[in-house]
Structures are given as C-alpha cells and as structure tokens.
C-alpha cells in the first residue's frame, strides 16, 4: 500500500521537475516568451521557488531569470507577483547552486530600469547580495557582483546604496582572486559604481582598487583590460586630484601598448582613459606627451573609424587646447592629416565636429600654428562643413569657431584666398587679416592682385558700415585709384560709356 502512495508523490515531483526543465528550456528562445507569459507561467514557478526539492527551486529560479531577462514587462511580472522576497529569503539559506540562480534573477529584473534595480533594493536584495561575495566558491561571487553592478549603473542614488551596504570593499578583493571571469565582473561593478560622482570614486579610490587596476592594463585578457581601462576612466574623469591618482599608478606608458591592442574595445577604452586624464590640466597632458602619448593617440586616429575614434580626436583637441607648446607637439607628431581625414571621411555629424573641435584648438595659438592648419588645406574643408545643407547646427558652430579663431591668427595670405568664395559672416575675417597684413608687404600687395584677389573682393557687396565694408575700404586705400577702379565689377561699362561719349572729330 505504502508503495503506491510513494508512487504518487514520485510521480508529482517528476512532473514538477519536467516542468521546470522544460518551461527554463523554453524561455532560452524569445519566440516562445510570449505563450510562456499568457499561460500564466510567473504564479505557477512562484511556489517552485519554495519547493522542498532544491534541483526544482534552482530551475525555477533559473527559467525566471531567463524570463526577466527578456523584456521590462516580464521584470515587472516577477516584481509584481511578489517573487523578490522569496528569492532573497532564500539566497540567504540555500546552497551555491540556488544562490547562483537566485542572483541571475535579480540581476535580470535590475538591469531594465532604475525602478526595477529600486524594487530589488527594497526588497532587501543587497545584504544578502553583498554576502554572497564572500562565498567561497568564486561563481557566486560572480553572480553577485554582476547583480550589484546592474543595480549600482543606474543612478547616483542606486551606487550609493551599493556602497552603503558594503559592497566596494569585498568587490575590490574579489578583483584580486585569479578566476578571470570574477575578475572582469568585479571591475565591470567598480566601474559602474564610480561612473557616478566624485565622491563615489573616492570610496573605490579609498579602497586601494587603484594599483590593482594599474596592474592588470599589461594583462593579456582583452576583456578584463577592457574593463580595467573603462574603470580608471570613470575615477579619472571626475577631478584632477582622481586623474592624478590614476597617473601616479603608473599607467604610462603601458597604457598606450593598449592603443595597438588587437581588441577593438580594449583600444577604444584606452584611449578613452587618457582622453579622460588630458582634459584636467596642462600639468596631465604634458605628462602624456612625454610618455609619447600624442604620436600614439595619432596612429590610433589614423587606423581607427567611426566612434572609436572619438575619443583619440578630443584627447588631441584637450592637449593642444592647453598651450602653443602642446599644440606643437600635435602638429610636430602629425595629428592634422587624421583629424582632416576624420572630418572630410566620417558619416557622423558629432565626429566632424569633434574633429572640426580639435583642429580649432590646434590652429587658435599663433600664425605658425594657423599656417600649419592652412597649408593642410584644412581652412577650405571647414569652410565646406560649415556650408553644406545637411549639416548639424552643432557641427556648423564648431566648424564656424574653428574657422573664426583660425583665420584670425592667419599671416599666410595665399592659404586664406580660397577662402575670399566665404559668405560674409566668415569672409569679415578673412578681409580682415589681408586688411592687417598688406600694409607692410609689397610682394603680398602685388600677388593679391595677380591672383585674383583684389577682384574678388571688389566684387562682394558688403554693406556700408559694416566691417566687411570697412576693410575692403581699407585694402582699396593700399592701391592706386585707377588699379582698384579696374577690377571693380563694373569697370568696363563705365570704359563702354566713356567710349560711346567720345567724339574723335570732335
């Protein structure tokens, strides 16, 4: 008799094991997702969580993560059916297996929005979370950072209840056990948490992460140097005191053997590293120039396309931006001919202006530096964006100050003629510098006139008053009456007139 009633329950738990098996089976393709959701299936795996069997509990647990995962709407399920603090209560008792499963689905649920990363957080998912990394086994660990990261990478507010609970600390020693996967997701959470605020990378700073990152920029696994440079970027960007600690840990000049990586993202993160470093000050980027920085940051420009390029084209428009000094060196270690590939060749608007950016700050510190700029015949592709129909109103401000604190600087008269086709608002400038110059240079007066351009500017129409008008005026005055009078646009009418008024028989 007993035999059959064992039967009965034999039976049952194998359903139930079927199920689960079979309903986490599913929920790995999304085209069954939606069936999964109509038949109901979030209330019947809430009571498998609690199932006296643990095989069962941690498919449960792992179908739901799977669902979570899929779509906000189905995160808002597992909140809404009260799942949460089942998980939590039982993350705290259960072997590794369950834990594992059990922080999936948090991280699942936290990584769709702020409010949902709050609903774990309030369901009090951190302390048992911040626990689980003390785990002796390493892919709990994982587990948990990787939930506490998705939670920590929303907002400022969430960060800080991952600090709050303790977190930073244990992250920071389980960045140093040598599973690589720990590793990777121990510096993706760091990163995540110090993105935020000042403040919030000081804690990270604060517990020594610093020189282990350091350390690990020479690793030879792309994805953790992926995640060490972005991590030292985010602590970097904050403050000059934050960037001086990332240098002082001696990254240079390992970091830039990370601009020749073969990971693209590697690449990418280092260069947004020491983009994030040479904003701060002129102390920061004469420091990466000295460690060879700039010829590196130009050969990565050169090879690199489309937004990986970004940051390699304003960490040059950061350094030259400081000093006549440092734009030398960017124009000695050839960053113009990349920066005006960039801004002929890349689709992006907010590439071109970047690069339109970068070549202003390069060409704004004197006629050298204007001159270099010019002869790159980089004034005329300027002029081009700043035309063109399609483009951006910030590329068209970008390349319009660029031009603007170019041409001013400008003593290298036939650069600036190709520039006298301009619409006004930039050929005021242009006029004006031919206007400085031409006073004291015969030779230039004479070739002014041979190349066309005493014409050219006879022929625009500026309005009386204006300064356009006023340096043409000026420009006329260098010349004898009869010259200027000559290639005034209407000269040979008046001749034609003066013809027909003449009477040889008199």
Known sequence: MSR???????????????????????????QNIDALQNAGVMALLRPLLLDNVASIQQSAALALGRLANYSDELAESVVTHEILPQLVYSLAQQNRFYKKAAAFVLRAVSKHSPQLAQAVVD?????????????????????????????????????????????????????????????RISASALSDICKHSPELAQTVVDAGAVSLLAK?????????????????????????????VVVEAEIFPRILHCLKDIDEFVRKNAATCIREIARHTPDLAKLIVNAGGVAAMVDYITEARGNNRLPGIM????????????????????????????????????????????????????????????EADVLRRLLAVYLHQDSSEDLRTKAKRALKGVIQKCTHLPALEPLLEAPPNILKYVVQQFAKVLPSDLNARKSFVQSGGLQKIQEVKAEVGSKLHDYIEEINMLYPPEIVQYYSPNYAETLLKKMED???TG
């Open 4 to 30: 059959a009633v064992l039967q009965v329950f034999e039976e049952y738990q194998k359903a139930r094991v079927t199920f689960v098996q079979t309903v986490a089976d599913l929920a790995t393709r999304p």
């Open 123 to 183: 369901s009090g998912a951190l302390e048992a979370l911040v626990n689980c990394l003390e785990e002796f086994d390493p892919s709990v660990k994982e587990a948990a950072a990787w939930a506490l990261g998705y939670i920590a990478r929303h907002t400022k507010e969430l960060a800080q209840t991952v600090v709050d609970a303790g977190a930073v600390p244990l992250l920071v020693l389980c960045f140093q056990e040598p599973e690589l996967t720990l590793k």
């Open 216 to 244: 690990d920029i020479s690793h030879n696994d792309a994805p953790l140097k992926r995640q060490v440079c972005s991590c030292l970027a985010q602590i970097a960007k904050h403050s000059v005191d934050l960037a001086e």
């Open 315 to 374: 960490t040059l428009g950061y350094i030259a931006a400081f000093s006549e000094t440092l734009a030398l060196a960017v124009v000695v270690s050839k960053g113009i001919p990349p920066l005006k590939d960039a801004l002929i060749n890349e689709p992006e608007d907010h590439l071109k202006a970047a690069s339109a950016w970068s070549l202003g700050q390069i060409g704004r510190h004197s006629p050298d530096h204007a001159r270099a700029l010019a």
């Open 502 to 504: 003449f009477n040889p």
